[in-house]
Each structure stands twice: as structure tokens, then as C-alpha cells.
């Protein structure tokens, strides 16, 4: 099946520094990935949606200026978090679509990475 | 707006009993359902999924049936292994277009003992 990395799995960093994490599609091209945000013991939620050559779509109360989507190319999209806070230590998921393949929207997800911030 | 909401967990099971996870939706139209799986250490993976009213979708032994007049989407397995032991999402798609995007339940913890 298709296969979806993140890098780093999980980074510590220090109040005030920006952070980037890294989704890529290995094996197939993803026109749209998904980032998602998850607390402990929450459901996932989605931050925004990214089309590749486009800018990203944010979903409501996600401020695009604090969590800059890059998606330059069909493979990788990327995530980073500026100014990072305490608040925004969270676990931080991509999935990708595949639309040319077999499986039509389904969404492939990534491990995800956690982020902690000092 | 659309949500789901998933019985809250840990489920703990011995090995062989039946399993139910009750899931319940709320949404807009038809939407499509889905049960993902995380494995310890993996990203989620499509368990299985149903497109419309009263489909059953099944994998690996485990199956939910789509049932609109009580917009639940319960997973149930009949004799469960310590291999099944993950964390299960139940989520809805109600994008007609290409976005379809995810709404997720919490999900549930499913722990499986010898």
C-alpha cells in the first residue's frame, strides 16, 4: 500500500524558535495533503489542507500565519510551526491522497510527530 | 457542522471474546464511514469502510454495518487476538468533491490480553 513519512517522529525545542516537520508520499504523488492536529485522550483535527502549487485551505480557528504549509511539490508538504509555545506542543499528523491509484480518496497517514516546546 | 463520537476507552479483552466499539455520527446528507486503525509506533490505516445505507464493511474479521436510521457505524470482530491490540477511529467523509475531508471520533483503545 502507500506509504506516508513524517520527520522528525519528535522534536523538543524552546519557546520562541520555529520548528518544520516534513510529510512525504514515498511510493505514489499526493496532489492533496491533510495536516492534522491531535491532543491526548481527542479525536483528530484537521488544520488545513494542502494542494500542491496552491496555497493551503485552513480550517477555522487555525491561524495560517502561526502554522506556514508549504507543499512545493507532489511528494513532500511541509508544516511549520513559528514562534512555537507551550500551547502548541501537540502530535502533529499528515495523510496524502493518492487519486490516481487504486484507492481513490482514501487518505494515507503518516506516523506522526510529537512536539514539545520548553 | 458533522461529528462523531466513539464509546471513550480503554477497552481491555481476553483473547478470543467479542468486540463491539460503538460509534455514532452526525452529518449532513450521506456521508461515507470509515474505521481507521493505529497500530503502537504506526500512522493510521483504513480498517474498512461503507459508502451508503445498510453496507456492511468488513477486513481482517472485523466488520461494522452502516445503519442511517441510528447513525451508528459500530465495529465489531468476533473473537479478538493480542495482535488487535490498537487504537481504533471511527470517522465520516460528507465531501462530495475532491476534498473529502475526515471529521474523527476520539477513538478508542483496545487492549487485548492472553
Known amino acids: 500500500g502507500a506509504v506516508v513519512s513524517q520527520h522528525p517522529s519528535w522534536v523538543i525545542c524552546k519557546s520562541g524558535t520555529s520548528v518544520k516537520i516534513e510529510c512525504r508520499s514515498l511510493?505514489?504523488?499526493?496532489?492533496?495533503m491533510f495536516w492534522y492536529r491531535q491532543f491526548p485522550k481527542q479525536s483528530l483535527m484537521l488544520m488545513a489542507t494542502s494542494n500542491e502549487g496552491s496555497k493551503a485551505t485552513y480550517e477555522q480557528g487555525v491561524e495560517k500565519d502561526k502554522f506556514l504549509i508549504n507543499h512545493a511539490s507532489l511528494t513532500l508538504s511541509t508544516l511549520t510551526v513559528t514562534s512555537a509555545h507551550p500551547e502548541d506542543s501537540s502530535f502533529y499528523i499528515c495523510?496524502?491522497?493518492?487519486?490516481?491509484?487504486?484507492?481513490?480518496?482514501?487518505?494515507?497517514f503518516g506516523p506522526g510527530t510529537r512536539l514539545t516546546v520548553l | 457542522g458533522n461529528s462523531v463520537t466513539q464509546m471513550e476507552g480503554p477497552v481491555t479483552l481476553s483473547e478470543e471474546a467479542f468486540l463491539t466499539i460503538n460509534c455514532t455520527y452526525t452529518?449532513?446528507?450521506?456521508?461515507?464511514l470509515f474505521w481507521y486503525v493505529q497500530y503502537p509506533g504506526e500512522g493510521l490505516q483504513l480498517l474498512l469502510k461503507a459508502t451508503k445505507a445498510d453496507d456492511k464493511g468488513s477486513n481482517k474479521g472485523f466488520e461494522a454495518t452502516y445503519r442511517k436510521e441510528t447513525t451508528s457505524f459500530h465495529l465489531e470482530k468476533g473473537s479478538v487476538q493480542v495482535s488487535d491490540s490498537a487504537v481504533y477511529f471511527c470517522a465520516l467523509s460528507s465531501d462530495t468533491g475532491t476534498a473529502s475531508k475526515l471529521t474523527f471520533g476520539t477513538g478508542t483503545r483496545l487492549q487485548v490480553t492472553l
Open positions: 495523510s496524502a491522497r493518492d487519486p490516481g491509484g487504486t484507492a481513490g480518496n482514501e487518505q494515507f
Open positions: 511510493d505514489f504523488q499526493a496532489t492533496t
Open positions: 452529518a449532513t446528507g450521506y456521508p461515507s
